[in-house]
């Protein structure tokens, strides 16, 4: 390999160290909790057993036994196989989805594969490979990814779906950012012409129009990804802070609070396509709130990162605990399986109605 490429293996592992560590340790949240303005209708006589309530769904043709994704999160550092195999099991164990982080690296550098590829030890009902978008057009020197790179990073982890990720609110507070972004509809078409391809935000969520243009260009499904929870504007503020990047820490600040809310992009972005409810999902509460608004399932990475580092047990008792909470949402509102929990009655309040009212007027 040479001198360039291996420079750039070790800044992209650096990158990926410090993101688990900031997410995992830092405060990243928002001044303002957009799913508690998402409130159910409560039933007094639900009519159905707790213990009979089903949540289970099948989406982009599998079934999952909750409408939960492990969403994004890591690969192609040391640490990274750990993590990925706490939440693989934990994906297995409780049969629902899951998302490895973005393969570029491994792609570049198939060494560091094994930390993605780890995942294919377990029975997992859905695994989703990830690229990013940026890397989807010609950005520097380099060639941009093509549909053999898509393939190569669907194959290494066993993946029913590759995700391509937007995420140009990073690419815009990192230092190392890729800015490019014209023609990358045009690529992401020609992707989803031979792949299957779900279209994620990372936290900045999708309006109405782009997701009707991802619709054209045939994605089998979109993770609106929205604000709320993990910010990378956030994330790229501690690491410019801690780099002494002065400009970087201003912006970073400046766009901390940068995007459109989950539930919001849920509503707006929902053009008849399967949805992913990513972004600040904290509770089985809030999966249940997603379902109701329109998302076919919810996406959780932050809120699992700390139980995930912690070890498999951490993370079996954070997942059954979203999973009883989403239960006993559901009871509660007389839903016994999630098509009468789709079909319930959702009021949506504060801040995610103004929003809406004007985004839909
Ligand atoms: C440590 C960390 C690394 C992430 N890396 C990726 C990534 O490589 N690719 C991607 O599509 N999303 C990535 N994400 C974004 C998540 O998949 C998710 O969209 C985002 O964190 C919002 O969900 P949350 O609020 O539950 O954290 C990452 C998130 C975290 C916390």
Redesign the pocket.
Known sequence: MSQEGSRSDRLIERR?GD??E???NED?SQDYVYWDDIKLVHNPLPEVDLDEVDTAITLFGRRLSAPLII?????GYGKAEEINRNLASVAEKFGVGM????QRAALENPEVARTYSVIKDYEIPLRIG?L?MPQLIKQGEGDPLGIEHGKAAMEMVDAHIL?V?M?YLQEIVQPEGDTKSKGGLKALERFAAALPVLA????AGIPREAALRLKKAKVKGL?V??L?????AA?EYYRAKSAGDHARVNIGKTFWDWGIP?PVAVVVANVGLPLVA?????SGLDVARAVTIGANSA???????PAALEGKEALEHEMRVLIDELKAAMFLVGAKDMKELAASKAIVTGRSKEWLDQLTE
Request: glycine share 28%.
């Open positions: 990926k993101h688990v900031i997410c995992a990243l969403s994004a999160m890591t690969g998302g490895v982080g973005s990830n990013g995700a990720h995420n994620k935000e990372t936290g993770d990804g929205g709320g929870g993990t910010s990378f994330v989950t990513t972004g600040g999902i904290r996406g959780m990475a932050g809120r699992l990162l």
